[in-house]
């Protein structure tokens, strides 16, 4: 058999794991394969180096790959999504002076995001009143699950994200140091950077991802268009390691040794990788933990095989805070992304969602159920929202 050279990029992140375990412990020679990983510190590079081909595939933020087929924010490039990496895995986390002020204005447990919201609500009102500097909330990009759901949760409560507060991008490595500084109040950033936070005695997690959306692609394997056609065979083989790399990873036998290779990779202790697979998590420096078995999902209840149902979410996200208008034709195109097809040919199938999965797919904390076909209802929902009229206040 032939051996196909691959060169991957990723960010050091826990919802890299399929990608690194798949190369680490030789699902990925296994079928033909020889890949280099190449490690990188921002998305932009990720995206930019995918797009150019230097990189053949990447570990990718899952709005990302819509925003390049659509071709806002960069170039278009059109880009397919054949497998997703990780379901949720992110987290909001906050300064303990933050965490001290929104539980003085809580009206219930600040565990609760709709309390957190209200309370946060107070205290940009708070802050105003006596003519302080707006909160500022870092997230890794703007075509990220990091923006969206800081975003959603907190609209929720009545919080506008462009006029209320500032959001700005920082690359995952960079979110800890820069709430040391008091650059930022809160982050929200993937595994293991809230935990590092957290150990540091720097930050508090006030809420995993899943308390926000309980079912969303965070990340996925994204190749471009053209190279999925060229190379059906590679992209097939590169799909079956990535599936057995996700089944090795969930056996909790293998809990170990995959948090040492996935540790490894990332340059941090392996008990935070632990953590981040088990979704048991130290949330304060005093010690306290919440446990969510939600809170990073890796090849389970289906969510390997990519849904354009979760496409179309991430496409509502993206029209919703004014980044692309809402047109049908915009939302096939960003469902097209999502490629089960390709999954289907390469490894026959997934397996369904359980029952106990949302019922709409999706599972957000407030809101109607969310309905694929009716992007344009749901976004006539919600009373904070850019659609129809873009602007970002995003700072780079």
């Known amino acids: ?220 394997l994204a190749v471009r268009e053209q190279w999925a056609i060229e190379n059906a065979a590679a992209l097939s083989a590169l799909i079956r390691a990535l599936a057995r790399a996700a089944e090795f990873i969930d056996q909790p036998d293998n809990r170990a040794a995959a948090a040492a290779v996935i540790a490894s990779r990332l340059e941090v202790d392996a008990e935070l990788v632990v953590r981040t697979l088990v979704g048991n998590l130290k949330i304060a420096p005093d010690g306290a933990t919440r446990e969510n078995d939600r809170y990073f999902i890796i090849g389970r209840d289906g969510t390997r095989r990519p849904d354009p149902v979760q496409a179309a979410w991430l496409y509502a996200q993206i029209a919703r805070w004014g980044q692309t208008p809402m047109t049908g034709e915009l939302q096939a195109l960003a469902q097209s992304v999502f490629r089960p097809d390709l999954y289907d040919d390469a490894f026959g199938g997934g397996l369904p969602p359980s029952e106990s999965e949302p019922r709409d797919g999706v599972g957000a904390f407030v809101g109607p159920d969310f309905v694929a076909h009716d992007v344009a209802g749901h976004l006539a929902a919600w009373r904070i929202k850019r659609v129809g009229r873009p602007r970002l206040s995003i700072v780079r």
């Open 1 to 220: 058999m032939s051996e196909s050279k691959l060169r991957i990029g990723y960010i050091p992140l826990v919802d890299a794991a399929a990608v690194i375990v798949a190369v680490d412990q030789g699902f990925a020679a296994a079928e033909g394969l020889d890949v280099e990983l190449v490690r990188e510190v921002s998305w932009s590079n990720v995206r930019d180096k995918l797009n150019i081909g230097l990189f053949d595939a990447a570990h990718l933020l899952s709005p990302m790959a819509i925003a390049s087929s659509l071709g806002i924010g960069h170039v278009r490039v059109p880009i397919i999504a054949p497998f997703n990496l990780g379901f949720n895995g992110n987290a909001i986390t906050v300064s303990p002076r933050l965490y001290v002020a929104l539980a003085e204005f809580a009206d219930g447990a600040l565990a609760d995001p709709k309390v957190s919201a209200r309370a946060l609500a107070h205290v940009v009102a708070e802050r105003k009143a006596r003519g302080a500097d707006p909160l500022t909330f870092g997230m890794t990009f703007p075509f990220s699950n990091h923006n969206y759901q800081l975003r959603f949760w907190m609209a929720a409560g009545g919080v506008d994200p462009d006029e209320d507060v500032r959001l700005v991008v920082l690359p995952p490595p960079y979110m800890v140091e820069s709430l040391a500084s008091g650059h930022v109040d809160g982050f929200c950033v993937g595994a293991p950077w809230n935990s590092v936070a957290v150990d540091a005695g720097l930050g508090r997690i006030l809420h995993f991802g899943c308390e926000i959306v309980a079912r969303m692609s965070e990340k996925v």
